[in-house]
């Protein structure tokens, strides 16, 4: 027991009693310590940066130019979509990594949107961007096709940490991508080895192997009508883009982005003459990576 006390003011007396309490493993304590190395986290999270094209099908101006924002200053390029009927026709017209839909926007929502797209068999991550945190709405974005669900107003540590489950940082991104061209081309080389039908198609063999998924075909012999001349075109172009990924190795291993971006863009034409979209639209976004 103590007491203060001072004229004219009045007394205080205090009483101090030994309790046994860990003061060190209350929870108020360990949530305050576990919250400031959250933030910590975190902060390094928004340092990171990443590589990738992002399509953000956002209606609002002023939420179209936060995302932007954030996404830039990490390193990402970026496309809007200002309603769901402009999201589906720029995915399907141009290639993304992500996209990051809006789920309450005019002409067509991000509901619709997203079962638009999978519909057409686009397997690209789908974030859906909503206020509500109901049950309801987030098990309908998920039932709608879309991979994952992001709060408004975003947070951009959570926006990017999301973001790096599906993205690549730096020279890691191009690996990858190159890796994906050259397993494309080995597919494609197994495939145009295969027999082809009286009418210079691919057999049933070489569909179940995934011609059709990887080449145009059909729209080659609409163009140029040969088959034969078709299938020599791609045997040339296969020997050649072999020596073209090699040279994106070693311009990659050397930090060579001018020699990625040459690279690349030579590889995204050739890709596009002959059919392969696939290939074209990885050689594009290497391309883009030698530009950042």
Same mark, same amino acid.
Not at 160 to 185: C, H, N, P, W
Not at 265 to 272: D, E, R, S, T
């Given at each position: 027991?103590?007491?203060?006390?001072?004229?004219?003011?009045?007394?205080?007396?205090?009483?101090?009693? &030994?309790?046994?309490?860990?003061?060190?493993?209350?929870?108020?304590?360990?949530?305050?310590?576990?919250?400031?190395?959250?933030?910590?986290?975190?902060?390094?999270?928004?340092?990171?940066?990443?590589?990738?094209?992002?399509?953000?099908?956002?209606?609002?101006?002023?939420?179209?130019?936060?995302?932007?924002? $954030?996404?830039?200053?990490?390193?990402?390029?970026?496309?809007?979509?200002?309603?769901? /009927?402009?999201?589906?026709?720029?995915?399907?017209?141009?290639? +993304?990594?992500?996209?990051?839909?809006?789920?309450?926007?005019?002409? $067509?929502?991000?509901?619709?949107?997203?079962?638009?797209?999978?519909?057409?068999?686009?397997?690209?991550?789908?974030?859906?961007?909503?206020?509500?945190?109901?049950?309801?709405?987030?098990?309908?974005?998920?039932?709608?096709?879309?991979?994952?669900?992001?709060?408004?107003?975003?947070?951009?540590? /959570?926006?990017?940490?999301?973001?790096?489950?599906?993205?690549?940082?730096?020279?890691?991104?191009?690996?990858?991508?190159?890796?994906?061209?050259?397993?494309?081309?080995?597919?494609?080389?197994?495939?145009?080895?295969?027999?082809?039908?009286?009418?210079?198609?691919?057999?049933?063999?070489?569909?179940?192997?995934? +011609?059709?998924?990887?080449?145009?075909?059909?729209?080659?012999?609409?163009? $140029?009508?040969?088959?034969?001349?078709?299938?020599?075109?791609?045997?040339? +172009?296969?020997?050649?883009?072999?020596?073209?990924?090699?040279?994106?190795?070693?311009? $990659?291993?050397?930090?060579? &982005?001018?020699?990625?971006?040459?690279?690349?863009?030579?590889?995204?034409?050739?890709?596009?003459?002959?059919?392969?979209?696939?290939?074209?639209?990885?050689?594009?976004?290497?391309?883009?990576?030698?530009?950042?």
């Amino acid at each position: 027991i103590s007491v203060r006390s001072e004229p004219g003011k009045g007394s205080t007396f205090s009483l101090t009693i &030994a309790a046994g309490v860990d003061v060190e493993s209350q929870s108020l304590i360990t949530e305050l310590e576990k919250g400031s190395a959250s933030r910590g986290k975190m902060s390094e999270i928004a340092d990171i940066k990443l590589s990738g094209k992002i399509l953000v099908a956002e209606d609002d101006r002023v939420n179209q130019k936060v995302l932007l924002t $954030m996404l830039e200053k990490a390193g990402l390029q970026t496309t809007i979509a200002n309603d769901g /009927k402009e999201a589906v026709e720029k995915a399907t017209s141009e290639s +993304f990594d992500v996209i990051l839909m809006d789920i309450h926007m005019p002409n $067509m929502n991000g509901y619709e949107a997203t079962t638009a797209l999978r519909e057409k068999g686009f397997t690209i991550p789908i974030l859906a961007l909503t206020a509500s945190v109901l049950r309801g709405e987030v098990n309908k974005c998920l039932e709608a096709g879309c991979d994952e669900h992001l709060q408004k107003p975003i947070d951009r540590p /959570k926006l990017l940490q999301t973001l790096s489950k599906y993205l690549s940082s730096g020279k890691d991104a191009i690996s990858s991508k190159v890796e994906t061209a050259k397993a494309q081309i080995d597919e494609l080389s197994e495939i145009i080895s295969e027999p082809t039908s009286q009418e210079g198609l691919p057999t049933e063999a070489s569909r179940n192997l995934g +011609f059709e998924n990887i080449i145009d075909w059909h729209g080659l012999v609409e163009r $140029m009508g040969d088959e034969e001349s078709i299938k020599e075109i791609i045997l040339i +172009f296969l020997t050649d883009v072999k020596e073209r990924i090699e040279m994106l190795t070693e311009a $990659m291993k050397a930090s060579d &982005a001018e020699g990625i971006k040459s690279y690349a863009h030579a590889l995204k034409g050739a890709a596009a003459n002959v059919g392969v979209k696939q290939l074209s639209d990885i050689a594009y976004r290497l391309e883009c990576a030698g530009r950042a």
